[in-house]
């Protein structure tokens, strides 16, 4: 592991998260956290209509509110808009 990402392991998975999901709603029992888990059972039964509401919602924050939000939420808006647009690619099909 590069040392520039600190000692810990866990610095080498935020940052990777944090321009990659590795939650897949497709199989959410790896790579998913309990919040994302929760998300995606919540939003799996959804029409496609419903998620494109979501999408645009979720889009408005973080263009709106990108820039005051703390950085927890930021990276969650971020979370939820990859698991929604891997949710509208599931209903397509």
């Given at each position: 592991?590069?040392?520039?990402?600190?000692?810990?392991?866990?610095?080498?998975?935020?940052?990777?998260?944090?321009?990659?999901?590795l939650?897949d709603?497709?199989?959410?029992?790896?790579?998913?956290?309990?919040?994302?888990?929760?998300?995606?059972?919540?939003?799996?039964?959804?029409?496609?209509?419903?998620?494109?509401?979501?999408?645009?919602?979720?889009?408005?924050?973080?263009?709106?509110?990108?820039?005051s939000?703390?950085?927890?939420?930021?990276?969650?808006?971020?979370?939820?808009?990859?698991?929604?647009?891997?949710?509208?690619?599931?209903?397509?099909?």
């Amino acid at each position: 592991m590069c040392d520039e990402l600190g000692p810990k392991e866990g610095y080498m998975k935020e940052f990777v998260e944090e321009f990659v999901m590795l939650c897949d709603v497709n199989s959410s029992d790896k790579g998913c956290s309990e919040q994302q888990v929760k998300f995606i059972k919540k939003w799996s039964d959804k029409d496609a209509d419903a998620l494109k509401k979501e999408l645009s919602r979720l889009q408005g924050m973080q263009s709106k509110d990108g820039a005051s939000m703390k950085p927890e939420a930021a990276k969650w808006v971020k979370q939820r808009l990859a698991l929604v647009k891997q949710l509208q690619q599931k209903t397509e099909l």
